[in-house]
């Protein structure tokens, strides 16, 4: 469920999902689509792609599809839900990994941040000259979001279920016997 939860929310803090409050268009639902498929390979910005098609649900709602910011959003959030999943069974049988980590938890703080940098200078600016005066560093680290996310949660989700792993091999009472 985290996993899914985070696969919306980075789509709507991209751009991909928009919530309107003027319609967005006359007739919905609606479908429209590109002529260019090789639009889809276009970045706007580092990891966010063009769309290729638009879907509108609603004269508020609409999607805008980009296989390869959906393709870079679930390898994420499938991640994200993995740690998470960890985490949860971690807190109802912790003998089983040894001792809880929230590692996979922390790794995911990268991974949400990343949806959300490419807001950080709008609303930077909107809070004013000071704030807007950051606005550079964010757009610079943005970039590197993706990376550090992704190799954050493997690492995170590797390392607790090697740990696990180690704990289901050791004896209850914690003395290895030679065997």
Do not use: H
Request: charged fraction near 15%; charge should be positive.
């Amino acid at each position: 469920m985290s996993g899914l939860a985070y696969l919306l929310i980075y789509l709507l803090a991209i751009g991909d999902i928009v919530l309107s409050r003027v319609p967005l268009l006359d007739e919905a639902p609606a479908v429209q689509v590109v002529d260019d498929w090789s639009r889809m390979f276009r970045a706007r910005v580092t990891f966010i792609y063009e769309p290729v098609a638009a879907v509108y649900a609603t004269r508020w709602l609409a999607y805008f599809f980009s296989p390869v910011n959906v393709l870079l959003a679930g390898a994420l959030a499938a991640l994200v839900g993995l740690n998470f999943a960890f985490l949860a069974f971690a807190l109802k049988r912790p003998e089983a990994c040894g001792r809880i980590s929230r590692k996979g938890v922390l790794a995911s703080v990268p991974a949400l941040f990343l949806g959300f940098a490419c807001c950080a200078p709008t609303i930077l600016v909107a809070l004013g000259s000071a704030a807007a005066s950051m606005t550079m560093g964010f757009i610079a680290v943005r970039a590197a979001l993706y990376p550090v996310a992704l190799v954050g949660l493997i690492a995170a989700l590797w390392l607790n279920l090697r740990r696990m792993n180690g704990a289901a091999e050791a004896p209850a009472d914690g003395v290895r016997q030679a065997g």
